[in-house]
């Protein structure tokens, strides 16, 4: 810390470089100078493939593809248990008794109860 000391107070307020006269009104036509004046990088034409072309389009096909079955799959995981569910109750045997009761009280006719059948086995 006394180095540091030392050095500041031997420099004080001044600063100790300075830039000479002129320099900055012709720094961009020595910059310019020293660029080279033609292109070093040569462009060479590429012949556009029917592929090339195509290829952008087969990647967002691929893309939705990809999506949509992701989507799918990730719906399908919870429709399972639903699905077993929904089978075991429509395999649920029940009494001609309970059938009995139920239709006395379900207010239908014969003509509704039969077609109601007629269309359960589709």
């Known amino acids: 810390m006394e180095k540091e000391d030392k050095i500041l107070d031997k420099v004080g307020g001044r600063r100790p470089f300075s830039v000479p ?8 036509d020595g910059i310019m100078a020293a660029l080279p004046q033609e292109d070093s990088v040569k462009q060479i034409p590429v012949a556009v493939t029917p592929w090339m072309r195509i290829k952008p389009y087969i990647y967002m096909a691929a893309t939705f593809a990809g999506m949509f079955f992701c989507l799918r799959f990730a719906a399908g995981l919870g429709r399972n248990e639903s699905v077993q569910t929904a089978q075991a109750e429509e395999t649920t045997i029940y009494t001609d008794e309970y ?19 007629v269309n359960a086995g589709n």
Do not use: K, Q, R, V
């Open 99 to 117: 059938i009995d009761s139920f239709l006395e009280t379900a207010m239908i006719d014969d003509c509704t109860l039969y077609y109601s059948l």
């Open 21 to 28: 006269e002129g320099y900055f009104d012709n720094l961009t």
